[in-house]
């Protein structure tokens, strides 16, 4: 199993461990299914880590399209594209420019098709911050470090956020005070991906 790989293996495993979280995040402002479609989103990963070549681009695209088939819900959706953008990001250049042009590309294509902003209390709250604090770092360890740290505090300031999007921008209201569940997805990746 190569490190890519085995990284992949190491987020669906942690998708599928907080999955009880999510649900219980997202019933406040959600449908509560996210620790479902968490789930899903873990089978996604690993039929597309089963089908890697070592051909980054094809692997981050297969990776996509896995999610996507796997988790056809929006939020599944959104992160199969978040995939789908960074496979035509990266260059033929080391594991930390990948990580950040891969990212940067992510969150670039996610606001695109979410039509959504920071600051309107989506998973692009945490994914931005973890995105700013790759593009400062000399090496991948310390990168995804602070990225898991960074996406972490974006998921605590979605607590104060008023949301705008999805069931959650009905009952606005209702949803303050509790931090956001699909920016809780993102930090727990990063989280996943700590060493």
Known sequence: MSSFTESIE?????LEANSKKF??????????????????????LRAGAAGATGDLKADLMLLGREIAKNAPSTFGTLFATGFIRASAAVADVDALNNVQL?????YEGIATRGKASLGERTLLDALHPASEALKGATDLKSGLNAAATAARAGVVAT??????HGRAGWIGERAQGNE?????VIAVVFEALQS
């Open 10 to 14: 190491t987020v669906a495993a942690a």
């Open 180 to 184: 956001d569940a699909g920016a809780t």
């Open 102 to 106: 891969g990212v940067a590309a992510a």
């Open 159 to 164: 607590a104060s956020m008023a949301p705008k």
């Open 23 to 44: 649900e219980e995040l997202d019933s406040v402002a959600g449908d509560g299914d996210l620790g479902i479609t968490a789930g899903n989103i873990a089978k996604g």
